[in-house]
């Protein structure tokens, strides 16, 4: 997928660890842990909120867009 997840080296700048992440924003370690490695399918916009809210930074510090083979998009044939 062309969007890389930098939860990992915000928390690292901010010295926060991922289950004190967690219990700020009201969300699983584990839900977490699948976005901080990249599993994720998708994350809410009230999730992305809370997250830039605790680490104060903007979704662009978060998310970054990588262009690259995976950058195809298939259209579900009606």
Known sequence: MPIRVSLDRVLLERRMSLTELADRVGVTIANLSILKTGKARAVRFSTLSALCRELDCQPGDLLV??????DSFEEDEG
């Open 65 to 70: 867009y990588e262009p690259g083979p995976d």
